[in-house]
């Protein structure tokens, strides 16, 4: 069954139009990071701290993954592999989010865009992000994190053959991605301690015009 919850509304690049459109008075950061670079804890702290929403696109995933639907338990199963869920529903998901929220002053979305297609087609509607946080990581300590996280159990997907995979996906389209957005795009360590990164983008956030 083709993944398409969606199937019956506008394309992609229409509806997201539609959203730029509504959306242009607030402030779009992404968050880029490999699995375990810590995205989630940074972007739960900075939108306690400015108030803004914060889209995890993984919780977000995993929520529709454990709808008891043909299409959760498909997205589960791609989950599980460590690759990833096809980009139009990714967009569609986003989309969603975004107008849900209209109000709000300014958004972190973590994880988005995972891939080329994705950087592309968000670009396309006119509507680029303020900036894009990148939090780098060595491989070693996100595989260490994420096995240290798999051991609370709440999530499948932390076990180290899929955490090897996720990681691998991870790198072979993340640099497309970097490169896509290069004009808008600022790196921050992740290696350093929570306080450190917060502090830094912080920093990031209190620049913004």
Do not use: W
Request: with cysteine; net charge positive.
């Amino acid at each position: 069954m083709p993944l398409g919850r969606f199937s019956s509304r506008a394309p992609p690049a229409q509806s997201l139009s539609l959203a730029a459109e509504k959306l242009k008075s607030q402030v779009i950061i992404f968050v880029i990071g490999g699995p375990g670079s810590g995205k989630g804890t940074q972007c739960e702290r900075l939108a306690a701290k400015y108030q803004f929403q914060h889209l995890g696109m993984g919780n977000l995933l995993r929520a529709e993954a454990g709808q008891p639907t043909g299409q959760g338990r498909q997205i589960k199963d791609i989950m599980l592999k460590g690759v990833l869920v096809p980009s139009g529903f990714i967009l569609d998901l986003l989309n969603d989010n975004l107008l849900k929220r209209e109000e709000a002053k300014g958004f972190l979305v973590n994880g988005f865009p995972r891939e080329l297609n994705q950087a592309k087609a968000f670009e396309r509607v006119g509507r680029p992000p303020n900036i894009v946080i990148v939090l780098d990581c060595s491989t070693e300590t996100m595989i260490q994190r994420l096995l240290l996280r798999g051991q609370t159990g709440h999530r499948a997907d932390d076990h180290e053959a899929c955490v090897r995979q996720r990681l691998e996906t991870h790198y072979t389209l993340c640099e497309p991605v970097i490169a896509q957005l290069l004009r808008c795009v600022l790196q921050i360590l992740g290696e350093e301690p929570e306080d450190a990164i917060f502090a830094k983008c912080c920093s990031v956030l209190d620049s913004l015009p």
